[in-house]
């Protein structure tokens, strides 16, 4: 066979998207239906080293879980066989909320169904103890669990770690917020001296280090996307109203969402139950998503909203944390968060497996230079935007009826002949025009309340300080003392 006369005539070498992962590794990815790797799997199947301590970071969304999944999945491959029976588990994987451990832990089960006698199990409070020991007598290789529960087990001497040789933390920033760092190191402290110790996150802010630091040894940091860095599938979006007419912001937004899944943030867990219970009165389905709730709650709620039985789920920042549903299409920020590491993670529910998405902030006037303040150092650029009109509501629902109507009428989709037959029978005893205007105002959604008129307010200009490089000046829980829009508007957030 002669070689090809020019270069772009020879055979193009297809990329292996999953190259350098093991096989029982792959197949479980290629039955979940993956195709490639993100940026972060894939920054870990390149870099991670079996017997290097990680820090694994990404935006949220992004698939951390996963490649979490693929560092211990090929330290177990390449590990001696596991003995049928263990004394203990060979890792341990810390979560902030009962929902991220639970998701963890499915997450994990599929990933690692392959590798010889590998059993993912999960302990999170409110939950009965009594299973836990029966689990515990028969240890699982890999245990995943709230930091509290986790403890108590340690403590009570169901959970041997005289095994463990990886222990991750997922999410630790979140932990150390809920008051966790006291479990935290009594949970570390009972672990083998000689281990391998991760951290995932989507942001590193320095406590985090801080605690990296003291647990980690000679740690390789891997990036998926830099730190900070905002999802490109997000769509930011400023609104300023005034604070008494937030709740007419809230619902023209989610009638212009109708349909879609939206997930509320306010800063107290009352709010989050009289909130949902006013959307309720107005015919939106929605449900609270707070502390307050018992396990069982959490998860009916948590499961009526991702089948769609309800639209809106209002919750607080750590309540919201282990809400993995893909297809949240606005998050809606009541009240400014407090810092750009909570933005980062609150505005990442949306825009997820490559969906887009929207980040809508309600923001009073006074509050708007914090507020730019906020988002330059969480490297978002929004769109300031005036709270729509009643009337532009009702337009765009409108508009969006008659363009779908022309994408159907476009795509050429078969009808039946026997809807063909009756339209043409209607066609010849009707007027044309009044036909097509009738069937326009059937086709209408229907409201689940009427839009509110809300007054528009405009945006002031920008000043000096806003600008990219104030992004430095803030500390774990706003800016600095001395700087211009140190926490002023709203009282430190409570604990979940």
């Not at 245990?143 to 340690?154: A, F, K, N, Q, S």
């Not at 991750?168 to 979140?174: I, K, S, T, V």
């Not at 005036?386 to 022309?406: C, E, Q, Y």
């Amino acid at each position: 066979m002669s070689a090809p006369e020019h270069e772009d005539d020879a055979p193009q070498t297809q990329t292996d998207p999953f190259e350098g992962v093991p096989q029982q590794l792959r197949d479980a990815l290629e039955r979940r239906g993956f195709t490639s790797l993100t940026a972060v799997q894939q920054a870990v199947v390149e870099g991670a080293s079996t017997d290097r301590d990680l820090r694994i970071s990404s935006q949220t969304g992004s698939g951390k879980t996963v490649a979490l999944g693929l560092v211990l999945g090929r330290a177990f491959l390449e590990a001696d066989p596991l003995p049928k029976s263990l004394d203990g588990p060979r890792a341990l994987i810390i979560a902030p909320t009962r929902e991220l451990a639970t998701q963890v832990a499915d997450e994990l089960h599929w990933l690692l169904a392959d590798v010889p006698r590998v059993r993912v199990e999960v302990v999170v409070g409110g939950t009965d103890m009594r299973a836990d020991y029966r689990m515990l007598r028969n240890p699982p290789a890999v245990l995943v669990g709230t930091p509290g529960r986790m403890l108590d087990h340690i403590r009570g001497e169901a959970l041997s770690c005289a095994d463990v040789t990886t222990v991750a933390l997922d999410e630790a920033d979140r932990m150390l917020d809920m008051g966790f760092r006291e479990d935290l190191e009594a949970i570390i402290d009972a672990l083998p001296a000689s281990r391998r110790s991760h951290l995932v996150s989507a942001t590193f802010s320095g406590a985090v280090r801080g605690i990296a630091d003291k647990f980690q040894t000679d740690a390789v940091h891997l990036e998926g996307t830099q730190l900070g860095q905002a999802n490109a599938d997000i769509e930011h979006v400023v609104q300023l109203v005034d604070f008494r007419e937030r709740y007419g912001a809230l619902v023209n937004a989610l009638l212009l969402t109708l349909g879609e899944q939206v997930l509320v943030f306010v800063a107290k867990r009352i709010g989050a139950a009289e909130l949902a219970e006013k959307l309720g009165e107005d015919g939106f389905p929605a449900l609270p998503f707070s502390g307050d709730l018992s396990q069982a709650q959490r998860t009916r709620t948590l499961s009526a909203f991702r089948s769609g039985t309800i639209q809106v789920l209002v919750c607080t920042d750590v309540a919201a944390r282990g809400i993995d549903v893909p297809d949240i299409a606005m998050v809606v920020h009541m009240t400014p968060p407090q810092d750009p590491d909570d933005y980062t993670h609150r505005s990442g529910r949306t825009g997820r497996a490559g969906k887009q998405g929207k980040s809508l902030l309600l923001v009073p006037p006074r509050a708007q230079h914090f507020v730019r303040k906020l988002l330059s150092a969480a490297r978002v650029d929004a769109s300031w935007q005036s709270v729509p009109s009643a009337s532009k509501v009702r337009k765009t629902i409108t508009k969006d009826l008659r363009r779908d109507l022309h994408a159907r009428l476009d795509s050429g989709a078969e009808i039946d002949e026997k809807t063909l037959t009756y339209a043409k029978s209607v066609l010849e005893k009707r007027d044309p025009v009044q036909l097509v205007a009738t069937l326009l105002t059937m086709a209408e959604p229907r409201l689940p309340r009427e839009p509110m008129s809300v007054r528009p307010i405009d945006a002031e200009p920008p000043r000096e300080d806003d600008g990219r490089g104030s992004g430095r000046r803030w500390g774990r829980k706003g800016p600095r003392r001395g700087h211009p829009g140190k926490r002023k508007f709203y009282k430190r957030k409570p604990r979940d």
